[in-house]
């Protein structure tokens, strides 16, 4: 394999300059970046949440659109459609924001579901069809979208086919004072440029690399335990929880754990994945695929919580065996 390190160094270095914390969100990203999955953001206002992604796309020197949704938005403003020319009387394709390296699609769950099931062909296929004809979207291709917590009013829940096609749900909190003081320090100072350090054909390289990572049986075999759990928790003496969900998580959830850690794993500068690889992962996977059940809900439980009563009981495989130096 490449020596990717240094590269994503580099990324990672030109974003820092200019948000402020949020390391662990901001690991996220590009975890799923590399492992070409979308990313579901939930947080409260004002988190730098677009200004990550808007910072990594001039890094990567990727195309960047952001759409805000609102109760009157329809798909052809997110798709694009088709335009009459009456002077040559032709029809024109006019494409939308969706074609676009990073998306950003602010508020998601401001938005009727006819636009969220137009967001869930481009987030599976990677095209879009406006008159019976499909386009391409660019590649590599991001689709992150936020979410607020805490309004509720003219909101939509989103449809669960298209929160399955998230790869991950991170839940982006506060910064802490000493991260708020250099925010504020950053912002009445002077502006800070990134400089691009990468092309969008180096990042599809990174992607390619991290597709050779390699991920043992057994861990794969974990990944398929955790998910299981989920479904049937009675089989892993978790019968308490059973009546907690209604729903348990899809084999996207396996598929998004396995390649989840490939990447964390080549963010970390190794060619293999390790088990903590993949149980760091394991709540930003699950979290948005549990239905909770309403006894769990008026005990106040999360979906975070019942997974880390299921990794609790479902112990990750040992670490491969590390060979001790010889030499005396």
Not at 89 to 99: H, K, R, Y
Not at 182 to 205: E, F, K, W, Y
Not at 255 to 269: K, N
Request: charged share 20%; aromatic share 6%; with cysteine.
């Amino acid at each position: 394999m490449l020596d990717t390190t240094p590269l994503m160094e580099r990324i990672l270095y030109e974003v820092k300059r200019v948000v402020v914390g949020q390391d662990r969100f901001l690991e996220r990203v590009i975890v799923a970046m590399l492992a070409q999955g979308h990313l579901l953001v939930e947080g409260v206002p004002g988190l730098a949440k677009t200004l990550t992604v808007k910072t990594l796309a001039n890094t990567v020197q990727g195309q960047f659109k952001r759409i805000q949704f609102t109760p009157d938005l329809v798909p052809a403003d997110l798709i694009g459609t088709r335009m009459y020319n009456p002077k040559t009387g032709d029809f024109s394709t006019a494409i939308g924001p969706v074609f676009a390296n990073l998306l950003l699609a602010d508020e998601i769950n401001r938005a009727p579901a006819k636009v969220q099931s137009a967001l869930l062909e481009v987030m599976q296929e990677r095209q879009v069809t406006i008159a019976g004809e499909s386009h391409r979207v660019p590649e590599p291709f991001l689709v992150m979208a936020t979410q607020n917590p805490i309004e509720t009013e003219g909101t939509y829940p989103l449809p669960e086919a298209q929160v399955d096609r998230f790869m991950m749900k991170v839940l982006v909190d506060y910064p802490t004072e000493e991260e708020e003081f250099v925010i504020v320090d950053r912002a009445i100072g002077p502006p800070v440029h990134t400089n691009p350090v990468a092309t969008m054909a180096q990042l599809a390289a990174l992607q390619q690399e991290c597709r050779k990572v390699y991920v043992d049986p057994s861990l794969v075999q974990y990944a398929v335990r955790l998910v299981a759990a989920t479904r049937n928790p009675t089989h892993y003496d978790l019968k308490s929880l059973a009546r907690m969900m209604t729903c348990g998580a899809s084999p996207r959830a396996t598929i998004g754990l396995t390649e989840g850690a490939r990447a964390l794993a080549l963010l970390r500068g190794r060619s293999y994945a390790l088990p903590e690889d993949m149980s760091d992962l394991v709540h930003d996977v699950l979290r948005h695929r549990i239905a909770l059940s309403y006894e769990a809900l008026s005990e106040g439980l999360t979906a975070d919580a019942l997974i880390s009563q299921i990794m609790a009981k479902i112990a990750p495989p040992p670490k491969p065996l590390q060979h001790e130096d010889a030499t005396p």
